[in-house]
């Protein structure tokens, strides 16, 4: 079974800054698909970013990047020029090709401070 | 384009009674999924589908049961609620290949006392 583990369970930026949450991911699959959501007060579960495991190249969506170690097993978060709106919860999770499940963290809650 | 659709949004039981959650999804997909939300665990897979007429069981799968009334529609049945199934309860759906991301429905927020 996948397991997927987010080892922050909080932590704070300020506005402006840049912050990386980490996640690490175990499988023996050698095809699969990781992503990270984001949760605000609101419990909306929203979609920040997506990588494939074939693709080589970081997936970036404006602010949000990623870094993928896929030897590792790394899979961080970057966010870049932090706004008040990414206070939120954050999940990584993992789907393996089959499309079978969607395995998540236990999330890292992020606070932007002024 | 209403996505995933989850009702109800908050619920309060007392122990014993026994409920239903419903979920729809519109987007042609086809893998279905119960998730429970508790603080500190993340979100944990109760019940999915990943074709309509077929279920599997998740992580938690104990005092659940499940329907795929068809493609669009898995709804998620508490026979006897007790204190423990207190959660918030999510709903997803993912198609595959170039759809593979998973939309989630509101969330039900439910209490069992």
């Known amino acids: 079974a996948q397991t997927v583990t987010q080892s922050q369970p909080e932590m704070s930026v300020q506005e402006a800054e840049t912050v990386t949450l980490s996640c690490t991911y175990d499988?023996?699959?050698?095809?699969?698909?990781l992503f990270w959501y984001k949760q605000p007060p609101s419990r909306q579960m929203i979609l920040v970013i997506r990588q494939e495991a074939y693709k080589q190249q970081n997936a970036t969506e404006n602010r949000f990047s990623v870094n993928f170690q896929k030897a590792a097993k790394s899979f961080s978060l970057k966010i870049s020029d932090s706004q008040l709106g990414d206070t939120a919860m954050y999940f990584c999770?993992?789907?393996?090709?089959?499309?079978?499940?969607?395995?998540f963290g236990k999330g890292t809650m992020l606070l932007v401070s002024p | 384009n209403a996505g995933v659709t989850q009702t109800p949004k908050f619920q309060v039981l007392k122990t014993g009674q026994s409920m239903t959650l419903q979920c729809a999804q519109d987007m042609n997909h086809n893998s279905m999924y119960w998730y429970r939300q508790d603080p500190g665990m993340g979100l944990r897979l109760i019940y999915y589908s990943a074709s309509e007429g077929t279920t599997d069981k998740g992580e938690v799968p104990n005092g659940y049961n499940v329907s795929r009334l068809n493609k669009r529609e898995f709804s998620l049945r508490l026979e006897s609620a007790a204190p423990s199934q207190t959660s918030v309860y999510f709903c997803?759906?993912?198609?595959?290949?170039?759809?593979?991301?998973?939309?989630f429905g509101q969330g039900t927020r439910l209490t069992v006392v």
């Open positions: 499988t023996s699959e050698n095809n699969y698909y």
């Open positions: 999770a993992f789907m393996n090709s089959g499309y079978s499940t969607l395995t």
């Open positions: 997803a759906s993912s198609g595959w290949g170039q759809d593979t991301e998973a939309f």
